[in-house]
T-cell receptor, first 114, second 115 residues
Framework: GEQVEQRPPHLSVREGDSAVIICTYTDPNSYYFFWYKQEPGAGLQLLMKVFSSTEINEGQGFTVLLNKKDKQLSLNLTAAHPGDSAVYFC?????????????FGTGTTVSVSP | GALVYQYPRRTICKSGTSMRMECQAVGFQATSVAWYRQSPQKTFELIALSTVNSAIKYEQNFTQEKFPISHPNLSFSSMTVLNAYLEDRGLYLCGARDGGPYEQYFGPGTRLTVL
């Protein structure tokens, strides 16, 4: 089945620097992609959803790129600030039985120091 | 807006006992509900996907005998962890969809501690 590899597992950056997280998936039929943020002790906060027809998406303080050729999805935190410290997960949808569940990446712990 | 509530938020049970957790969708119809588990220091594993009018599909390593799920209507789902042991510790998330093509709405999770 679908495998989603996420790297790096840990990322330490200084405030104002950028940080890039990359996910590589295996199923070429994957067509919806998501980035989630999990703060300590909390559930998942959706950062952005990306559809296969869109390659570049910009959010508030970050950019998401989808490279379908290489089956890669990346999250670029621009000008990181301490509030960005969290665990980030990418996720990919599969479709079966009429519903869709998510396959999650392994997570990246981001620490932003002042 | 679409919201998903989960109860309880935290629970502690003794090894070998069972506990039930609930997931409630508000503001949309939960045509499919997926249950996930995040074990300590790990990512989210899909346990099973329940779609209205279809059989519940369990992922490898998860069984109905261990994690029975009920999805009786378009706003509610529950899952029980039977005979819980240490390896069942973690955060259990439910993600519900309304049949559209977009993302699942996640609840805040039920954190299970097994003593």
């Amino acid at each position: 089945g679908e495998q989603v590899e996420q790297r790096p597992p840990h990322l330490s950056v200084r405030e104002g620097d950028s940080a890039v997280i990359i996910c590589t998936y295996t199923d070429p039929n994957s067509y919806y992609f998501f980035w989630y943020k999990q703060e300590p002790g909390a559930g998942l906060q959706l950062l952005m959803k990306v559809f296969s027809s869109t390659e570049i998406n910009e959010g508030q303080g970050f950019t998401v790129l989808l490279n379908k050729k290489d089956k890669q999805l990346s999250l670029n935190l621009t000008a990181a600030h301490p509030g960005d410290s969290a665990v980030y997960f990418c996720a990919v949808t599969l479709s079966y039985q009429g519903g869709r569940a998510l396959i999650f990446g392994t997570g990246t712990t981001v620490s932003v120091s002042p | 807006g679409a919201l998903v509530y989960q109860y309880p938020r935290r629970t502690i049970c003794k090894s070998g006992t069972s506990m039930r957790m609930e997931c409630q969708a508000v503001g949309f119809q939960a045509t499919s509900v997926a249950w996930y588990r995040q074990s300590p220091q790990k990512t989210f594993e899909l346990i099973a996907l329940s779609t209205v009018n279809s059989a519940i599909k369990y992922e490898q390593n998860f069984t109905q005998e261990k994690f029975p799920i009920s999805h009786p209507n378009l706003s509610f789902s529950s899952m029980t962890v039977l005979n819980a042991y240490l390896e069942d510790r973690g955060l259990y998330l439910c993600g519900a969809r309304d049949g559209g093509p977009y993302e699942q709405y996640f609840g805040p999770g039920t954190r299970l501690t097994v003593l």
